[in-house]
T-cell receptor, first 111, second 113 residues
Framework: GQQLNQSPQSMFIQEGEDVSMNCTSS?????WLWYKQEPGEGPVLLIA?????ELTSNGRLTAQFGITRKDSFLNISASIPSDVGIYFC???????????FGTGTRLKVLA | DVKVTQSSRYLVKRTGEKVFLECVQD?????MFWYRQDPGLGLRLIYF???????EKGDIPEGYSVSREKKERFSLILESASTNQTSMYLC????????????FGSGTQLSVL
């Protein structure tokens, strides 16, 4: 099935650094979701975005719904070791039940 | 908080066995989903249910069936398990006022030997 392009694929960063990742689509979405998944666990919803240009925060996480409605961005500020995991986006086109998922960004934080 | 509970975290089954994966959600959500997640392939939709006793095939329904007799419970059935069904299975639900948000269970890692 279709997947969203997500970059970077992986990141190795030092504790305290900021992190940015993005997700792009060839089609327009009405909703963007960002998840974190740890090994052997199910994805946990971090942030939901509903309109173009929207900027939403959840603690040290900030996500934005791109103006073109074809992309979204996630930033993590002042990373800590427990931020380790795979982050992925999901888009939800209107009028459908089918979510489209990103390929994931694997984040490793070095203490 | 929405809670989606999958009955087993790990399962080991033999080829040809009938396998039941159970999922329960506590938020009265109308929609429930079964996905499988494989390295390099991401999340793929197996089946979707939009109401009790209602279901639709997803992208990879072959070898699977589902049952939704009660709103809170959505079961995935592998009629005759095969080794290529070894995977992480994820149940999800959505509904209510925030019905674009999709909530996942903690997953069932199934190994078919």
């Amino acid at each position: 099935g279709q997947q969203l392009n997500q970059s970077p694929q992986s990141m190795f960063i030092q504790e305290g650094e900021d992190v940015s990742m993005n997700c792009t689509s060839s089609s327009i979405f009405n909703t963007w979701l960002w998840y974190k998944q740890e090994p052997g666990e199910g994805p946990v919803l971090l942030i939901a975005l509903y309109k173009a240009g929207e900027l939403t925060s959840n603690g040290r996480l900030t996500a934005q719904f791109g103006i073109t409605r074809k992309d979204s961005f996630l930033n993590i500020s002042a990373s800590i070791p427990s931020d380790v995991g795979i982050y992925f986006c999901a888009g939800f086109p209107s009028g459908t039940y089918k979510y489209i998922f990103g390929t994931g960004t694997r984040l490793k934080v070095l203490a | 908080d929405v809670k989606v509970t999958q009955s087993s975290r790990y399962l080991v089954k033999r080829t040809g066995e009938k396998v039941f994966l159970e999922c329960v959600q506590d938020m009265d959500h109308e929609n429930m989903f079964w996905y499988r997640q494989d390295p390099g392939l991401g999340l793929r939709l197996i089946y979707f249910s939009y109401d009790v006793k209602m279901k639709e095939k997803g992208d990879i329904p072959e070898g699977y069936s589902v049952s939704r007799e009660k709103k809170e419970r959505f079961s995935l059935i592998l009629e005759s398990a095969s080794t290529n069904q070894t995977s992480m299975y994820l149940c999800a639900s959505r509904g209510g006022q925030d019905n674009e948000k999709l909530f996942f269970g903690s997953g069932t890692q199934l190994s078919v030997l």
